[in-house]
């Protein structure tokens, strides 16, 4: 029987950032993932935008969570020898009067994160636009896939990494110590995205999932250092290679991408795009989000071993090293996890038989 601390269920951003945070407390874990090519995390454009939604609204939290973010990812870029994350303006298109007149009236009222276009034909190059634009900044743009690769390769080469399927109907728990096949353990921490929403410890819990479908085009000659969006946004994620989407579908029938968000894709880019391309790939996945869109964390009523991070919805980029750090340093001991995100809010829910 290996004997570790924790188990940690899934390697998406909720899983890299929980175990990274772990190790560096010196707390032993094993790690259970399966991949999934179309995971949230494996999809993702990986931005951090401070502003959003039609009134151009702050996000939740964010004068916290992108300098943490910021700095978090920079910390494993150097345990790791790598880059995952740089700064980067977002420019936005207005695609309707209103939406020209709603970064006005934001910047009048407060301008934070908020820069207007001064030259209107900057990118008429490049892009068709009749309202001008404004920018956005600073945005942050992670580079999750390269980091989710070399965090499991880390996984991998320390020991921790078990590549199978995990069945939670299989999971023993014997007085204060859970088991796993032959693993033993003090906790278990479901970071399992998506499946959270069928596991047996965490279904009632109130996920809305949400799918989002997106293509990768190749547009040779479009200045990779800035974000794109009119509508839609156009995120760099390689060489000439740019991110297309995202659509937002609370109802849905299956995971797959559909011939409707392709048509919609190609429209947008024949509409408003003045350089040749190429749609190199298309694809669909499913956010974790949640009814109240605030994340899941902490531990179940039932049995304070068994854990969650999950239900970071449209911004796991930010929420992951955030809420992960909490949630290690609740299993150390050292924090409480806040009780905005804390799973003890639904106490109710998650006790009923
Ligand atoms: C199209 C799209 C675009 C997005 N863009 C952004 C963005 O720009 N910025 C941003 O902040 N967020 C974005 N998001 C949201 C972000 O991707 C999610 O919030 C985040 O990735 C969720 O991470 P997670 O670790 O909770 O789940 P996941 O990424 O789904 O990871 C779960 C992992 O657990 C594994 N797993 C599940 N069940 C089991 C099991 N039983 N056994 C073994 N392994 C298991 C899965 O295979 C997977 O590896 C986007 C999402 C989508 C779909």
């Not at 259970?32 to 935008?49: H, T």
């Not at 790598?82 to 936005?92: A, K, M, Q, T, Y």
């Not at 955030?322 to 006790?351: C, M, N, W």
Request: aromatic share 12%; net charge neutral; proline share 5%.
């Amino acid at each position: 029987m290996k004997k570790v601390d924790v188990l940690i269920v899934g390697q998406g951003l909720a899983g890299t950032w929980l175990s990274y945070w772990l190790h560096k407390s010196g707390v032993s874990f094993k790690l259970i993932d399966q991949i999934n090519p179309d995971s949230a995390s494996i999809r993702a454009a990986g931005l951090i935008n401070p502003v959003t939604g039609r009134r151009l609204v702050t996000t939740w939290m964010i004068d916290e969570l992108m300098p943490f973010a910021k700095n978090a990812y920079q910390e494993i870029g150097n345990f790791l020898e790598e880059n995952f994350i740089d700064e980067i303006s977002l420019i936005d298109f207005f695609p309707t009067v209103q939406m020209l007149q709603a970064f006005q009236k934001r910047y009048e009222e407060d301008p934070s994160y908020l820069i207007p276009g001064e030259d209107s034909k900057k990118y008429a190059e490049w892009f068709r636009y009749d309202l001008g634009w404004g920018a956005i900044h600073p945005c942050q743009l992670v580079n999750v896939e390269k980091l989710l690769k070399s965090w499991r390769i880390w996984l991998k080469e320390n020991n921790c990494l078990v590549d199978c399927h995990f069945d939670p109907f299989k999971l023993k728990e014997t007085g204060k110590k859970l088991e796993y096949s032959n693993m033993r353990a003090s906790y278990i921490i479901f970071c399992d995205g998506k499946s959270s929403a069928q596991n047996p410890y965490f279904n009632k819990l109130p996920f809305a999932l949400n799918k989002g479908e997106a293509l990768l085009v190749e547009i040779k000659s479009l200045p990779a250092d800035k974000v794109y969006k009119k509508g839609m946004s156009l995120v760099p994620c390689g060489e000439n290679i740019f991110w297309l989407g995202s659509s937002y579908e609370w109802s849905f029938d299956n995971d797959l991408p559909s011939e409707k968000f392709r048509k919609n894709g190609e429209e947008w880019l024949n509409f408003n795009i003045k350089l040749p391309y190429a749609i190199q790939e298309h694809f669909a996945s499913i956010r974790p989000a949640t009814l109240e869109r605030r994340p899941f964390v902490g531990f179940h009523p039932l049995n304070s071993r068994i854990g969650i991070l999950n239900g970071l919805g449209t911004k796991g980029c930010s929420l992951a090293p955030y809420f992960g750090k909490q949630l290690a340093d609740k299993i150390t001991g050292k924090e409480l996890i806040d009780p905005l995100v804390d799973i003890s809010r639904f106490e109710k829910i998650l006790t009923r038989i």
